[in-house]
């Protein structure tokens, strides 16, 4: 039986937007939390988010927002994971969303929304709890 | 005598007096400790209980202090500050189309504003019309949309260019968008001489923290050395670069950094523009600073007092500047965003007014206070308007505005202006050994400061040793605002078809001649005969769009994309 391997995490910035805190800061968190991590870096479209995703194959991407895009590129993501046949990579978002945007986004298949004031250990917590490694499935 | 402001015997006095009193702190102590075990600033610099003449003792009034007006400005770079002029109350607005910022600009005027700020939308902070597939959702959404002209006019429509200022926070297509700014003032018949106001135009701080980035730091600072050469000779009011800390401590950075980075930012500027051949004082008097004023009341006092004082050190001293106007940090404030909590928005309205509160005790020259909406979305009228308030009643109800500087002489705030210097002065030292700002930016090593910061910052908000109220103490759960502003998905369709009409009015042959010119203007050598702005105005005035003429920068110079470190 082959060792479980380490939760693999893209933290990706959809769309133009440049505020990185939230993401540079929870992709830190995520990597003293023992996962891998791989951050995309500002200004993706959710072609290249989804190709990083399925190239590094990850188990979970990590979607932060700030501008109000959202309403476009998160939608477009779960799109072209059902395109490429990679829906069971695992989506959650950070950032700042409308009230009523958050069903909708859930609706679609986002697993989680963390909104603003959201504790890294709670985050950290339940990625443990909600993902689990994609490979130990396949193999 | 030495220097200082205390006679010796006084302060042997103080040194023994001090320490019995201290005796004392630490008896009462043992009856009531201390309610923390250690108490540091909103950027972790530790303070103590107490502050005397002791702190301050090495300090002379006339070298580190010196009068209103007067090096090295310490206390105010003018004479009267708010006795004469009280500051430019300077509203960042932007959303939707130009129309509704327009409508945004009225309003605010109506309600007192003084000075203009625009906010534009992400896809024109980037360079790109609302067009581009990159743009997809982005229109509107963070500020206006500007793709032309066209847009240029509607924005400013009915407002008098002469007689009002205009920041514009721009970045990479300062160039663009300044141009266009231009052209449209003068094709309303102003004068580009009587034109005032800023464009940001700080890209170093881009690839340190707010990452609108476009072209690499190379020919990024081409083209800011361009608008300054230009605004130089030709628009003489205009503040070429407003050399800005806000979107460094909105990352992260702390006070100290802040400061730190924006003035080394501010340092390769003037080095970049003197190896262009101009003269330090023929343009170090139009550039202008921005800072951020976080919720620490007095570190944010301390930080633009010191701030002054560096800069004007650094330009007398560093680059041997003569007039007394080469010297000096004028600047604009915005309250932080950052300090801001979705959850009791109505809380955010203190947070503002203590923020406020010391931007103008630190002397700032104009000031946006943040809506109380802000941490959603683009601020709604009803929300903008008691932040603007807020600036007013600081002005005429409070006296706060009445006497210059009146925290001068403060044991704490004057030891405390002392050590901001003191240790931004370290990090200017280790940039000069790192090679200057372009090669540190290249090592990631301001980029990397500040994500320590944020990351030490966020895990002591965890820890509880930094409290947030509504979020880690007391915490509440975010309400659903009935003001909240909306901005319409539909407005992007609207805005591609009136950008592809205006399109298909132009003269192609008339563009083409500009947009050649333009190229090889980029493609030269920089100098005077190749500065972009004059073939930008004639572009953009030919019907350019914003992104025709960035593609083109593309083109020769080459793009720059977030490395993604963390």
Sequence with gaps: MSEERKLRILIAKPGLDGHDRGARVIARAFRDAGFEVIYTGCHQTPEQIVNTAIQEDVDLIGLSILSGAHRYSFPRVMELLKENNAEDIAVIGGGIFPLEDIPKLKAIGIKEIFEPGAKLEDIVNWVRTHIKPRKAMVA | ?566
Excluded at chain 2, 149 to 167: H, K, Q, Y
Excluded at chain 2, 317 to 345: D, I, N, V, Y
Excluded at chain 2, 476 to 503: A, G
């Design chain 2, 1 to 566: 005598m030495g220097k200082g402001m205390f006679s010796e015997s006084q302060l042997e006095r103080m040194e023994r007096e001090y320490q019995d009193w201290l005796g004392e702190y630490q008896k009462a102590l043992q009856r009531l400790p201390e309610r923390l075990e250690r108490f540091s600033t909103v950027s972790d610099m530790e303070v103590k209980s107490l502050y005397t003449p002791l702190d301050i003792k090495e300090k002379d009034y006339f070298e580190d202090l010196g009068f209103p007006g007067q090096y090295p400005f310490t206390r105010g770079v003018q004479p009267t500050m708010y006795r004469a002029r009280l500051w430019t109350m300077r509203m960042f607005a932007g959303l939707g189309t130009a129309e509704d910022t327009n409508k945004r600009f009225h309003y605010l005027i109506e309600h007192g504003e003084t000075g203009l700020s625009t906010a534009f939308d992400f896809p024109t902070l980037m360079g790109y019309d609302t067009d581009a597939p990159v743009a997809r959702g982005e229109c509107g959404k963070c500020g206006v949309a500007i793709d032309t002209i066209d847009d240029m006019r509607r924005l400013f429509a009915g407002i008098n260019l002469e007689e009002v200022t205009t920041s514009m926070t721009i970045n990479p297509p300062a160039s663009v968008i300044w141009a266009m700014y231009i052209a449209n003032a003068e094709n309303e018949g102003y004068d580009r001489k009587k034109l005032g106001g800023t464009i940001q135009n700080d890209c170093l701080k881009e690839f340190i923290a707010q990452k609108t980035l476009m072209l690499p730091p190379e020919p990024s600072l081409r083209l800011v050395v361009d608008t300054v050469e230009f605004g130089t000779y030709e628009v003489p009011r205009w503040n070429t670069i407003s050399i800005s800390g806000y979107h460094i401590r909105e990352a992260g950075a702390t006070a100290v950094q802040e400061l730190a980075f924006t003035i080394y930012d501010g340092i390769t500027y003037v080095e970049e523009c003197i190896k262009r051949g101009l003269k330090v004082d023929d343009f170090a008097g139009r550039l202008s600073f921005f800072w951020n004023s976080h919720i620490d009341f007095f570190e944010e006092i301390a930080k633009m007092r010191a701030a002054r004082r560096m800069w004007a050190r650094i330009m007398k001293e560093r680059f041997k500047a003569q007039k007394p106007r080469s010297m000096l940090c004028r600047f604009h404030t915005q309250t932080a965003g950052c300090s801001l909590t979705a959850q009791e928005p109505y809380n955010n309205i203190i947070r503002t007014t203590t923020e406020a509160l010391a931007a103008v005790l630190g002397g700032t020259q104009s000031l946006h206070t943040n809506s109380l909406d802000e941490v959603y979305m683009i601020p709604s009228e009803e929300a903008v308007r008691i932040a603007l308030r807020t600036q007013q009643i600081l002005a005429d109800e409070t006296g706060v505005a009445n006497v210059i500087d009146p925290l001068a002489g403060s044991y704490f705030v004057e030891a405390l202006t002392d050590k901001m210097e003191e240790e931004a002065m370290a990090y200017i030292r280790k940039l000069d050994e790192l090679g200057g700002m372009v090669a540190a930016i290249e090592k990631d090593y301001p980029q990397m400061e500040i994500a320590d910061a944020a990351y030490q910052f966020q895990q002591q908000v965890e820890r509880g040793e930094k409290i947030i109220i509504g979020v880690n103490k007391f915490p509440s759960e975010r309400p659903e605002l009935e003001f909240v502003l909306r901005i319409d998905d539909e407005l992007e369709n609207f805005q591609i078809e009136r950008t592809r009409q205006f399109k298909e009015k132009r003269d192609k042959v008339k563009l083409q001649k500009a947009m050649d010119e333009l190229r090889r203007r980029c493609e030269g050598p920089p100098c005077w005969e190749n500065n972009v702005m004059p073939a930008l105005i004639d572009a953009v005035r030919a019907g350019a769009t914003e992104q025709e003429c960035c593609d083109l920068y593309r083109e020769v110079f080459g793009t720059y994309t977030d490395p993604g470190t963390f």
